[in-house]
C-alpha cells in the first residue's frame, strides 16, 4: 500500500511538471495509469469524463478520482500533492527571489514595468468579456447591462455571496432575458 501511494506521489509529480494543465495531461495521466496496470483505458477515459464535469482544475480532478481508485484517500492526497508539488515548488523560488532582490534596483525596474503591464491585460479581459457579454447580435444589449449592474449592486452593497448572485443571475435571465 505505501510503494503505491509513493508511486502515485511520484506520477502525478511528473505529470505536474512534464505539462502545462488541462487537456495535455490527459495522455500523460493515461500513460501512467495503464503503465502502472492501475486501470483500463475505459477506466482511465471514465475518470477524465467525470474530471471535466466536475468543479476544479482537471488535473487535481483527475489526480484525486485515480487516487482514490487507487489506493482510497490516501492514494488521493499523495496524488493532490503530487499534482501540487510544482506550482509549490515555483512560488516558493518565487518568494525566495522576491525576497532576496527586494531592494534590487533591476527588480525595481522590472515591476515598474510588470505591473502596469499585469494592470492593462486585466483591463483587456474585462474589455473583451464586456465585448462578449454585453452585445448581442452587435447591438449593445441593456437586459446584459442591468444585470450586471444588479449582479455588482448585490455583491457589493448588499454583501451577496457570489454563489446566490450567481443564482439570481440565472433567474434573472430566465425572466427576462428569454431568447437571447
Not at 505505501?2 to 495522455?27: A, K, R
Amino acid at each position: 500500500m505505501i510503494t503505491t501511494i509513493l508511486q502515485l506521489f511520484w506520477s502525478f509529480l511528473q505529470i505536474g511538471f512534464t505539462s502545462f494543465g488541462g487537456l495535455s495531461m490527459i495522455p500523460l495521466i493515461n500513460s501512467e495509469m495503464l503503465g502502472h496496470g492501475w486501470m483500463t483505458a475505459t477506466e482511465v477515459s471514465d475518470i477524465v469524463a467525470i474530471a471535466e464535469m466536475t468543479p476544479g482544475p482537471l488535473g487535481l480532478n483527475c489526480a484525486t478520482f485515480a487516487g482514490i481508485r487507487v489506493a482510497g484517500i490516501p492514494g488521493a492526497l499523495a496524488a493532490n500533492f503530487g499534482m501540487l508539488m510544482p506550482t509549490f515548488t515555483i512560488c516558493a523560488a518565487a518568494a525566495v527571489f522576491f525576497e532576496r532582490f527586494r531592494d534590487s534596483a533591476v527588480l525595481g525596474h522590472i515591476m515598474t514595468t510588470v505591473r502596469p503591464v499585469c494592470i492593462g491585460l486585466i483591463w483587456g479581459v474585462i474589455l473583451s468579456l464586456c465585448l462578449e457579454n454585453y452585445t448581442v447580435g452587435g447591438a449593445v444589449s441593456f437586459r446584459s447591462i442591468l444585470a450586471g449592474v444588479l449582479g455588482l449592486y448585490l455583491l457589493i452593497f448588499r454583501k451577496w455571496s457570489v454563489p446566490k448572485v450567481i443564482c439570481a443571475a440565472a433567474v434573472f435571465g430566465i425572466l427576462f432575458c428569454p431568447g437571447q
